[in-house]
């Protein structure tokens, strides 16, 4: 079983920076490829990063690349997201999950899933 925790959301300028974490615990976090999601009211949750376990193999969603940045320290079960250039559509609350084996972009492939941390983006 692996936990997942998410932090570092919170209120930020459109144009403006904010770094999520999604720090795991439970059993190692060895092998597992970590995905970042996000979900605004009324919307499907939605795909927004993905890193495999070496870090190797990173992809972005469309709407994020060249703004957003995955990332992991797998020594401290960490993977981080940097967030550039934000804009008021990124406003969502943004969870992280985790599955053994490549990364994947279909929430449906993840296992294990954190509760969330809002992002909220204003003008």
């Known amino acids: 079983q692996v936990q997942l925790v998410e932090s570092g959301g919170g209120l930020a300028q459109a144009g403006g920076s904010l770094r999520v974490s999604c720090a795991a615990s439970?059993?190692?976090?060895?092998?597992?490829?970590v995905g970042w999601f996000r979900q605004s009211p009324g919307k499907e949750r939605e795909f927004v990063a993905a890193i495999s376990w070496s870090g190797g193999s990173i992809y972005y969603a469309d709407s994020v690349k060249g703004r957003f940045t995955i990332s992991r320290d797998n020594a401290e079960n960490t993977v981080y997201l940097q967030m550039n250039s934000l804009k008021l559509e990124d406003t969502a609350v943004y969870y992280c999950?985790?599955?053994?084996?490549?990364?994947?972009?279909?929430?449906?492939?993840?296992?294990?899933w954190g509760q969330g941390t809002q992002v909220t983006v204003s003008s």
């Open positions: 999950a985790a599955k053994p084996g490549p990364r994947s972009g279909r929430k449906i492939d993840y296992n294990y």
């Open positions: 439970g059993r190692t976090f060895g092998g597992y490829s």
